[in-house]
C-alpha cells in the first residue's frame, strides 16, 4: 500500500492536503522527510548504501537513515520509525538532536521530481555492526567511517558512490555538528 504524504507549500508550510507518495515524486509536491546521522563517541559515523532497486541514487553511500514522513506523522516519530525499519535499531525521540531543515529540491533522469525539506538530526550510538539489521528493500549495507574517511570523501565527492555532489554542502554541516557533538 502506497503511503500517504502531506503535501507542503514551497515555503515548507502545510498545505492540508496529503497524496500517495508516488504522487509526490511523479509531481514534484513539497513535502518533509527526516534524516538521522548516527555517530560513535569515538568519532565514527554509520553510513548507509541505498538499495541497488531504488529509483534515486541506487547503491548510493549516504545517510544512515531517512526518509518520508507520512500523513499524520510527527518529523520525530517518522525518524524513529524509519531507524526501526531500515536498520532494526531501536531508538526515542530523545535520542535525536535537531541540527536543521535543508532544502533537497532535485529532479532525476528517471522522472522523479523530489522537493523534500530534510530534517535532519544527530544521533549518538552505541549500536554495532553485527547489532543491526538491514531492511533488503532499502538498504544494501552499513558501514562505519572515521571523521578523517567522512572529510577524504567530501574531498573527493562524487568520485566514489559516496553522496551526491550537489549536497557537499549539507554534509560539511552535518560534519560539524558531530565534531561539535563529539568536542
Not at 32 to 48: E, K, P, R, S
Not at 99 to 104: A, D, L, R, T
Not at 125 to 136: C, G, M, P, R, V
Request: proline share 3%.
Amino acid at each position: 500500500m502506497d503511503e500517504h504524504i502531506d503535501i507542503l507549500s514551497k515555503n515548507g508550510k502545510p498545505t492540508g492536503a496529503s497524496v500517495p507518495k508516488s504522487e509526490i515524486h511523479a509531481k514534484g509536491h513539497y513535502h518533509n522527510t527526516a534524516h538521522v546521522w548516527f555517530y560513535t563517541h569515538d568519532g565514527h559515523i554509520l553510513l548507509q548504501q541505498r538499495s541497488a532497486k531504488k529509483s534515486i541514487c541506487p547503491l548510493l553511500w549516504d545517510v544512515s537513515v531517512a526518509g518520508h514522513v507520512d500523513t499524520g506523522e510527527t518529523i520525530k516519530q517518522a525518524i524513529v520509525r524509519e531507524t526501526r525499519e531500515e536498520i532494526g535499531l531501536l531508538i526515542s525521540e530523545t535520542d535525536l538532536k535537531k541540527i536543521g531543515v535543508f532544502e533537497g529540491f532535485q529532479s532525476y533522469p528517471s522522472g522523479i521530481i523530489d522537493n523534500e525539506f530534510r530534517h535532519t538530526f544527530i544521533a549518538e550510538t552505541s549500536a554495532k555492526l553485527e547489532d543491526l539489521t538491514i531492511q533488503k528493500e532499502e538498504v544494501e549495507a552499513l558501514k562505519f567511517i572515521s571523521i578523517t574517511e567522512f572529510e577524504s570523501i567530501l574531498k573527493n565527492i562524487g568520485k566514489d558512490q559516496h553522496f551526491v555532489p550537489s549536497n557537499k554542502t549539507y554534509y560539511e554541516f552535518v560534519l560539524e555538528a558531530i565534531l561539535e557533538e563529539l568536542g
